[in-house]
């Protein structure tokens, strides 16, 4: 069964267009083989996981528990689509990067320990490649706990204009809800004032 719900339905259909774009580039940047996504791929990530957060709002607040659960089940299908072409980019895009990186590293310390191995013992190149591999792995783990504070901080965002558009939504629809109010008592009105001009002029 299905139920009208014009919000949704837009934010819907905005979700599915953006998807495909989404599913269009990571193919392009796969035939390609870019380490990294593009950065309109990234802001389309982050449109739907704000799609999908209205989407759960306008569903939260259906007349009926009937109405609800369709929307819910639709908004748990478009989850799911979303989160398997994220894994899908971090996957075959973004391990490309990685494993770039880890290349680079290794290299990097190959060539450290050739340039620095003493004629007597090789005591200071371990010290050095252990002190620099500490320090890439302290510089990661910095890279990711900005990643994470970054997602949080989208995900408090998109929550607070969720918020924010259906209080805005609630205000226009009393407005229209009065508006019409007014209208039907205006001309309620007029109905009225043109029966006693017929009377009176009588």
């Not at 392009?28 to 799609?51: E, G, I, K």
């Not at 407005?175 to 109010?181: C, P």
């Amino acid at each position: 069964m299905s139920f009208e719900s014009s919000s949704f339905e837009g934010y819907e259909h905005e979700f599915q267009s953006i998807t495909s774009q989404i599913q269009k580039e990571l193919g392009a940047a796969r035939n390609n083989r870019v380490t990294t996504p593009t950065v309109s791929t990234s802001d389309h990530f982050a449109q739907c996981t704000l799609l999908v957060d209205l989407m759960s709002v306008e569903a939260r607040h259906q007349d009926t528990t009937e109405e609800r659960e369709e929307l819910l089940s639709r908004i748990h299908l478009y989850t799911i689509q979303l989160k398997s072409l994220k894994d899908y980019s971090e996957e075959h895009i973004g391990n490309e990067e990685m494993k770039e990186k880890e290349k680079k590293e290794k290299l990097k310390l190959r060539n450290i320990a050739h340039k620095e191995v003493p004629v007597a013992g090789s005591s200071r190149s371990k010290s050095d490649s252990l002190y620099s591999t500490r320090v890439n792995i302290d510089r990661q783990n910095q890279t990711l706990e900005r990643a994470r504070q970054i997602m949080a901080d989208t995900e408090e965002i998109a929550f607070e204009v969720s918020e924010e558009l259906l209080n805005n939504r609630e205000t226009l629809e009393t407005s229209q809800r009065r508006a019409a109010e007014l209208n039907d008592m205006t001309g309620q009105a007029n109905q009225i004032l043109t029966r006693m001009n017929k009377r009176w002029f009588k």
